[in-house]
């Protein structure tokens, strides 16, 4: 029980320090307070405190030194596609700059995964990609239909067959996720993308990758589109 209770600590640590390193609350180069006033701040042992401190260490966000302390380290330092620092970023922003660099990200992996997905996809892996738009199409409000666009895209990377793209979406989830939420919310019908999304799944159905990767592009770019407030999607009809 004891050590339940203390790993709940260092959790909590990780948590409080890492949030306000990203959102900016505390700066790169700031220095955080010495350990014994931190433990007091924060209200925990320094035993979770040095634990919490080593897992933030270990994402790239402080560094400790003798003599100087610990200290906050630039984001260039930082793990980005950390799992923690991904659902951090997306609580205190989504900044344009942010969204936009998650975009350019989908550009690069999604239509490329959607043409693999289109070669390579078993007829279970399809009927899961069906299943996840059906969910879609049957969402009632946009935190289902935020969830079901989620599983949509885990079905297309998980189609590809190759492990290592299907494990980029366990690191990149939280991010995707509140990035399919804030285009839902932005847009005047959050079921706008629907046709987008039925032409991968048909794209890949007909194992036509050339058709699924040109889908997939014209998703991406029409949820930059939304976002931005220039929505362009064509009226959903499936």
């Known amino acids: 029980m004891k050590q339940i209770a203390v790993r709940t600590l260092h959790d909590q640590v990780t948590q409080q320090i890492g949030k306000m390193i990203v959102s900016g609350e ?4 700031d220095l955080l307070p010495r350990e014994e006033l931190l ?12 634990e919490g401190l080593k897992v933030l260490g270990s994402k790239g966000l ?34 344009e700059d942010f969204v936009e660099k998650l975009v350019e990200m989908r550009e690069i992996i999604e239509p490329a995964a ?5 070669r390579r996809r078993s007829p279970e892996q399809l009927a899961r990609i069906k299943a996840a738009y059906q969910a879609m199409a049957d969402a009632d ?8 666009d989620l599983d949509f895209h885990e079905c297309v990377l998980d189609a590809t067959n190759n492990e290592l793209v299907g494990s980029l979406f366990s690191v990149i989830d939280a991010a995707l996720g509140a990035f399919f939420l804030l285009s839902a919310q932005t847009a ?7 046709p ?8 890949i159905r007909l194992k036509r990758p050339e058709a699924a990767r040109a ?11 939304n976002i931005k407030g220039r929505g362009r999607s064509r009226k959903s009809t499936r």
């Open 26 to 29: 505390i700066q790169p180069g």
């Open 39 to 50: 433990a007091q701040t924060l209200a925990v042992s320094r035993t979770a405190l040095r």
């Open 62 to 95: 402080i560094e400790t030194r003798q003599k100087t302390g610990t200290r906050v380290r630039e984001p260039r330092y930082w793990n980005q596609l950390d799992a923690d620092i991904l659902a951090w970023r997306c609580a205190s922003m989504p900044t």
């Open 114 to 118: 959607a043409a693999s997905a289109a």
């Open 141 to 148: 409000d946009q935190a289902a239909w935020a969830k079901a």
């Open 188 to 194: 005047a019908d959050f079921k706008y993308s629907l």
């Open 196 to 203: 987008r999304h039925f032409d991968v799944y048909d794209a």
């Open 215 to 225: 889908a997939m592009l014209g998703m991406i770019v029409d949820s930059r589109a």
